[in-house]
């Protein structure tokens, strides 16, 4: 007879090998399974199986010199891992030596067609925000909103600084006219296309809530207009620039009432149609974790948002000559061009999202970026503009109040059903098409 090997547990509990005595003496089958012999079961997948993750960490890292060196490799490989998800995954990253070049054309040459141009491809590349995967729908939609307004923003307050007004009317007005019918419109068709087997629906009543704010914005851009042109003005002039400043205060307020409503008073309101779906489903969701963490996260969008405002310096001072160089009218670059490229990561986000049947994310950056350009990027400029001494106003010009009253109208027609399909996604691409010709032939009245 062979005499019995004794094994010594080192790092393994007393009280496993009692219950491991416990079982054997039980007459269950998983009992009889543990206490085979060594042939059948090898003692160390016995310990793999039945030890907690914590216990075998414990074994494997025992030593101290063996986890400071993990986790100095650990810290190596998140900053390549971040560097190369940020940097070298996103092949609209290839626009990256666009930005400086912009600037070393701007210091040789002065050339501002190029200059514009370089600065426009420059812009495009932003961080990929996967902050809704740590936030949740309706949080994810909004920070994505946020995030991706923020060229706009820091473009408008240049543009504000150096008095150029109309050049911030139109380049907001076409960054609410490309959000809601280009990138809504690409958002459903692709997710049409690619989810064909079935119908894609979303929150009906957070979409209604914003279609609401959304007229709610139209009425503060058109009364001013509307002041305008039927001369019923106290003061020619000033009675709309005071309209208007009072309008925006009250949108400001109305936006962040909205925001507390959106996020503390009624959350149920907003719960995602396929959240029960994504939780009950069989870890579906596995393979759509984040590439990288929450505070690489913001770190690069930070990064990405002061490069941004390096680069609006050169793109603003460099816009009209590019409109003479080019021979395009401002107004088409303002409407149609920046918005472009301001959206392009938005743009991106809500196809993505659709694509993975995740349209109240889509609807979150589409629509949710519109409401926040109308009801708060509008009325900040306006004060903004107020509080530095330019006449920063409500009155976008009859055209112009046209073109949004009429978009708002079509939106809030294809959300009523709460549903979404390839071609209504087409319907809206060609609705954007109709309105960037009629900018390309449109002079602006205001000049």
């Known amino acids: 007879m062979e005499t019995p090997v004794e094994v010594k547990p080192t790092r393994v509990a007393s009280g496993f090998l009692d219950d491991l005595s416990e079982t054997c003496k039980m007459g269950t089958p998983n009992g009889r399974a543990m206490c085979k012999s060594d042939d059948e079961v090898p003692f160390d997948s016995e310990i793999n199986f039945h030890l907690s993750e914590s216990i075998l960490v414990d074994v494997r890292g025992s030593h101290s010199g063996e986890s400071q060196t993990a986790r100095h490799e650990t810290l190596a490989g998140i900053i390549y891992k971040s560097i190369r998800v940020v940097v070298f995954s996103n092949k609209l990253n290839l626009l990256m030596p666009f930005g400086p070049l912009a600037i070393l054309v701007q210091k040789l040459t002065g050339h501002l067609g190029w200059v514009f141009g370089l600065s426009l491809l420059g812009i495009v590349p932003l961080a990929e925000r996967q902050l809704a995967f740590y936030t949740g729908d309706t949080v994810g939609g909004l920070l994505n909103a946020t995030f991706g307004n923020a060229t706009e923003l820091i473009i408008s307050i240049y543009a504000l600084k150096s008095g150029m007004t109309r050049v911030v009317q139109l380049s907001l007005l ?51 207009a509307v002041l305008h042109y039927t001369h019923t003005e106290v003061r020619v002039g000033k009675s709309e620039l005071s309209l208007s400043r009072l309008s925006s205060c009250i949108m400001l307020v109305a936006y962040v009432a ?4 959106q996020l503390k008073s009624q959350r149920s309101l ?14 579906s969701n596995d393979d759509e974790s984040p590439d990288i963490s929450k505070w690489e996260t913001l ?11 390096i680069l609006s310096e050169y793109l603003v001072g460099a816009m009209e000559g590019a409109s003479m160089a080019w021979e395009i009218p401002v107004a088409f670059i303002s409407v149609i061009l920046l918005p472009l490229v301001g959206n392009a990561a938005e743009h991106a986000s809500a196809i993505m999202f659709a694509m993975k049947d995740k349209l109240d994310i889509s609807l979150g950056v589409a629509i949710g970026s519109s ?24 009155n976008f010009q009859l055209f112009e109040t046209a073109a949004l009253f009429l978009t708002v109208i079509v939106v809030a027609f294809m959300l009523q059903e709460g549903t979404a399909n390839y071609f209504k996604g087409l319907m809206l691409i060609l609705c954007y098409l109709i309105v960037a010709a009629s900018f390309y032939v449109h002079v602006d009245s205001s000049q």
């Open 174 to 224: 076409g960054s609410i006219l490309s959000n809601m019918l280009l990138v809504l419109g690409c958002a459903f068709l692709c997710g049409g296309i690619v989810n064909h087997k079935k119908e894609q629906v979303f929150n009906k009543a957070a979409a209604s809530v914003n279609s609401g704010l959304l007229l709610m914005a139209v009425m503060g851009i058109l009364f001013p």
């Open 258 to 261: 909205y925001l507390f409503f």
């Open 270 to 283: 907003y719960v995602s149609v396929n959240e029960d779906e994504s939780q009950n489903g069989n870890n």
């Open 299 to 309: 770190i690069w969008l930070s990064v990405m948002t002061a490069w941004i405002s």
């Open 371 to 394: 409401t926040q350009i109308s009801m708060f990027v509008i009325p900040f400029c306006v004060v903004i503009g107020w509080i530095i001494g330019q006449p920063m106003d409500l």
